[in-house]
């Protein structure tokens, strides 16, 4: 977790009320482990009251479609439209912004930082890959 702000700058840290969740796909439930755990999450936070909204730079296609079919409200963004993503937060104005992988965070991190500093910034490291190797690398030695 990254957080730069105090918290006491939010006067009710708490839930957060509007989560934002940057995706490099649509989460799959029946393609991967990783669709289930971001599906998962949404529905947490949606369960906690959160409004979740979805940013991706994947097209508009039928995962999107049933993730919006949950009340999600989903953002198709291509890369390098940065003037189109600041519209969006601030649209959204989130308190809490999940990457699901570090490569989505190099790419919109700062401009999260920038246009939404109190909002906390979650980097989910579900497909850090180098950590399973390392893990099981430790693990043989032992």
Request: proline share 4%; charged share 25%; hydrophobic share 40%.
């Amino acid at each position: 977790v990254s957080q730069e702000s105090s918290m006491e700058d939010t006067p009710e840290r708490g839930i957060p009320q509007r989560v934002l969740v940057l995706g490099k796909v649509w989460p799959e439930r029946s393609s991967s482990a990783a669709g289930v755990r971001t599906g998962d999450l949404v529905q947490a936070f949606q369960r906690q009251g959160a409004a979740v909204s979805f940013v991706c730079a994947a097209r508009v296609n039928e995962h999107s479609s049933k993730l919006q079919d949950t009340g999600v409200c989903v953002y198709s963004i291509p890369l390098n439209r940065e003037a189109l993503f600041q519209k969006v937060l601030q649209e959204v104005k989130p308190d809490l912004c999940v990457f699901d992988r570090f490569t989505l965070e190099e790419m919109f991190g700062f401009m999260v930082r920038k246009h939404c500093p109190a909002a906390l910034r979650v980097l989910d490291t579900q497909d850090l890959h180098s950590l399973r190797d390392a893990r099981e690398t430790a693990f043989k030695r032992t």
